[in-house]
Structures are given as C-alpha cells and as structure tokens.
T-cell receptor, first 112, second 120 residues
Framework: AQTVTQSQPEMSVQEAETVTLSCTYD???????LFWYKQPPSRQMILVIR????KQQNATENRFSVNFQKAAKSFSLKISDSQLGDAAMYFC?????????WGAGTKLIIKP | DTGVSQNPRHKITKRGQNVTFRCDPI?????LYWYRQTLGQGPEFLTY????????KSRLLSDRFSAERPKGSFSTLEIQRTEQGDSAMYLC??????????????????FGPGTRLTVL
C-alpha cells in the first residue's frame, strides 16, 4: 500500500527564518510525482511545489525548495525567509495515478 | 473566476436528511475528484471521474453516497440519510488529463474551496 507520513503535527518559525517540513512516503512505483500543498485557514488547498521522481534535481519555487531523497523515500520542504502569509497547514501528497495519497499535515506557525 | 467552484460553501442539516453538493471544475479539465477532509487530517479520496465516467470509488463511499457527472462538466455529490459522522469538509478538485509536460501520470489537482457539512 502507498502511504505518506508527516511526523511533525506542528512547527513554528520566526519570521524571516528558514524552516523545514518533513515527509516520508512508501510506494512500489518507480515513476511518480510528489507534491506539497498549502491550506491556509478557511481557504482552499493550493499547490506549493511539485517533484517528478525521475528527476534527480530538487525542485525550487522562489522561497520554497525540496530535498528529494528517492532511495530514502524522503521529500522535505524548505521555506526560506518565512513570511506571515506562509502560516497554514502543509500537506505532502503522493501521486497514485488517479488519486493523491495525503499525509496528515503539518501546521506551520509564523512568529512575528 | 476560472478556478474550481463549489456550492454551497456551508451546509447544516439534521441527521437523516439528504444533502447534495455541487462542484464546477476548471472548464478544460476532464478529471474530477471528490475528497473528504476532517479536522486536522489530510483529504481522503472518495471518487474520481474522467469526463462523465466514474472510474473509481473508495471504500469510504458507502451506499448512502452517490456522485454523478452527467455531461462531463459539473459534478454532484449526494449523501442520503446523513449521519453525524458525515460531518466534514467535502473537497472537489479537477485536473487535466495530461500535465504540462504531456505525461499522463502527471496529476496536479486544482482544488475548490470546499463545502463544510455539519450534521446535527
């Protein structure tokens, strides 16, 4: 069975600092996609960053980057220069063809 | 607004009543998904359509749940004889059949704001 595990229910970071959110997954597929989604309070889920498993290069999107370790099945998200608007639930998700397999989420708190 | 829309945004109902939710996907997306999300958890897959065909249903989708996408555009999710355990956020998402790279396995899903159901 495919699973996604986020072991940090909550993380906090000082504004302008860097924070890393952890995600591990399990799949028997060799080609797959991994995503980080952000869900602000009372707002809809939006895609933060995407990683193709066949690419060795880690994806980056402005202040957001990932550390993708395929052998270890690890997919962490690094947020640099944290901003108040980054406060949200962050979900790691594994693409399983027709559906996404989701982790339980990490609540990110930004301290001003 | 060209994003995914869902109506209603909130629904409060009494146990035993039937409720229906609507999802309008991004117009050029032929895949549509329904998820359920309870507080503090990630979304749980319920069902998936490709055009008007319902291709997969989760075991979470009991006989009281039914989803349709009659013309391959909007979709409805109906819950009959609601129970308190049905209280949750119901999320709809859509995706194109092919991602920007043209790979069929690419599955970036675009989410609507959700319908929050409260069963009293």
């Amino acid at each position: 069975a495919q699973t996604v595990t986020q072991s940090q229910p909550e993380m906090s970071v000082q504004e302008a600092e860097t924070v890393t959110l952890s995600c591990t997954y399990d799949t028997s597929e060799s080609d797959y996609y991994l995503f980080w989604y952000k869900q602000p309070p009372s707002r809809q889920m939006i895609l933060v960053i995407r990683q193709e498993a066949y690419k060795q290069q880690n994806a980056t999107e402005n202040r957001f980057s990932v550390n993708f370790q395929k052998a270890a099945k690890s997919f962490s998200l690094k947020i640099s220069d944290s901003q108040l608007g980054d406060a949200a639930m962050y979900f790691c998700a594994l693409d399983s063809n027709y559906q996404l397999i989701w982790g339980a989420g990490t609540k990110l708190i930004i301290k001003p | 607004d060209t994003g995914v829309s869902q109506n209603p945004r909130h629904k409060i109902t009494k146990r035993g009543q039937n409720v229906t939710f609507r999802c309008d996907p991004i117009s050029e997306h032929n895949r549509l998904y329904w998820y359920r999300q309870t507080l503090g958890q990630g979304p749980e897959f319920l069902t998936y359509f490709q055009n008007e065909a319902q291709l997969e249903k989760s075991r979470l989708l009991s006989d009281r749940f039914s989803a349709e996408r009659p013309k391959g555009s909007f979709s409805t999710l109906e819950i009959q004889r609601t129970e308190q355990g049905d209280s949750a956020m119901y999320l709809c998402a859509s995706s194109p059949e092919l991602g920007p790279s043209g790979r069929t396995t690419y599955n970036e899903q675009f989410f609507g704001p959700g319908t929050r159901l409260t069963v009293l």
